[in-house]
């Protein structure tokens, strides 16, 4: 594997990567099945994180690291950095979903008011025939040992968790031994932006 390269801003890290190079590299994870995750950076995040040494680790540990925020290209550009483009987590997602429909790879959805997820998914299916999404929650479960039962059920290769941040960090983090699943990534509002 090619080594990527990181910048750092407040101790957060950030992949230098365009977006096709990000989908070369989850092609990678698919196939390397040792669960990773993707989160995406923005100064919200860099903030938060900042004077967190937990949550900055937390956010350090994902495999990647994309620069969804305007602002981290601007730090890049400012202090003599290589991150030319955004790679935001929307369009991401978005992407992510096209190539799952070209090859396969299966989808579940979780995050999000009840309903979302469901609305989500026929949107998505629409756009990118023949996408397999296996399986949606909403985010505001009690039971998290029964969704976990049903993720691992339905053994997607990707998992969607869309809880806000760092709620959906902590949960990926926290289950993605147990759900074994190659690729997590929180997307944030991502479905509420979907369904328009
Ligand atoms: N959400 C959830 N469970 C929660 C809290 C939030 O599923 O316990 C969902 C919420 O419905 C929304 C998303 O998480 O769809 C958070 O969106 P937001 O834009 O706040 O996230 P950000 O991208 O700013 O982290």
């Known amino acids: ?39 995406a950076i923005n100064p919200e995040k860099i903030m938060k994180a900042k004077n967190d040494e937990k949550l900055k680790n937390l956010l350090n540990s994902a495999r990647l690291k994309i620069a969804d925020g305007f602002g981290v290209l601007i730090a890049s550009k ?14 991401l997602m978005q992407n992510i979903c096209e190539r ?21 998914a026929r949107i998505l299916k629409q756009r990118y025939k023949g996408l397999n999404i296996v399986g949606v929650k909403d985010g505001y479960f009690k039971d998290e040992d029964e969704v976990i039962s049903d993720i ?3 053994s997607p290769d990707i998992l969607f968790v869309a809880m806000g941040s760092p709620k959906q960090e902590l949960f990926i983090t926290k289950n993605m031994k147990e759900l074994n699943v190659p690729l997590l990534m929180g997307v944030g509002g991502s479905y509420d932006v979907i369904c328009g």
């Open 1 to 39: 594997l090619r080594k990527i390269d990181i910048e750092t801003y407040f101790g957060v890290q950030v992949c230098v990567l365009d977006m096709n190079k990000t989908l070369k590299e989850i092609d990678n994870i698919i196939n390397e099945r040792k669960p990773s995750f993707i989160v």
């Open 78 to 91: 400012l202090s003599g950095g290589k991150i030319k483009t955004r790679v935001t987590g929307i369009d």
């Open 100 to 120: 799952s429909a070209k090859k396969g790879y299966k989808v579940f959805l979780l995050g999000a008011k009840p309903g979302v997820a469901e609305n989500a």
């Open 152 to 154: 691992k059920a339905k």
